[in-house]
């Protein structure tokens, strides 16, 4: 994995590639989200050449991917769970919540495990306010969490193995 990585990054005209689906400007959003997927992760490397594809300023890319709380920079986990932090939230427990991931993924806000297993980020609104609070585990969104739900939705990703939580 390792290598093929290490030749991925000596082929620009890999994000050339990638790129060639999306046919329009708009696109660019859409297009960074795909490398994120496939090269795990957003690097400074991944940010130029998404910028040499895309015939725009690295600074516009890495504009974007830092705007957006779904993308942002760095290596990415296998499962990111994000758990919304804006008021409605709040206003139902989201502190709870928050405190319970923390303490089952054994990591903080903004953490991502040992293994690259689980990343944990707070994040402002993410449309779910009419049944808060809500967290999402990469793509799925989980409304109404309640502290004592955790444990069990994280299950369903392997964040509990052998019925411990990572600080129990
Ligand atoms: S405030 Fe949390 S989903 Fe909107």
Request: net charge negative; hydrophobic share 35%; proline share 3%.
């Amino acid at each position: 994995m390792a290598n093929e990585d290490a030749g991925l990054r000596k082929q620009p005209s890999w994000y050339f590639t990638t790129a060639e689906p999306h046919k329009s400007r708009n696109d660019l959003l859409s297009f960074i989200k795909d490398v994120q997927r496939q090269r795990n992760g957003l690097s400074s490397e991944d940010i130029h050449g998404i910028a040499v594809a895309w015939g725009v300023t690295a600074s516009e890319v890495y504009g974007i991917a830092t705007f957006y709380s779904y993308l942002g920079t760095g290596p990415r986990a296998r499962n990111v769970v994000r758990v919304c932090k804006s008021t409605p939230c709040c206003l139902k427990g989201c502190d709870r919540v928050a405190a319970e991931v923390e303490r089952v993924l054994g990591i903080a806000d903004g953490g991502v495990q040992a293994d690259g297993s689980f990343s944990l980020s707070t994040v402002n609104c993410i449309g779910e306010c009419d049944r808060a609070p809500a967290i999402t585990v990469n793509e799925d969104v989980y409304q109404g969490v309640a502290a004592a739900d955790v444990r069990n939705i994280l299950s369903k990703y392997g964040a509990i193995q052998g019925g411990e939580d990572a600080r129990a």
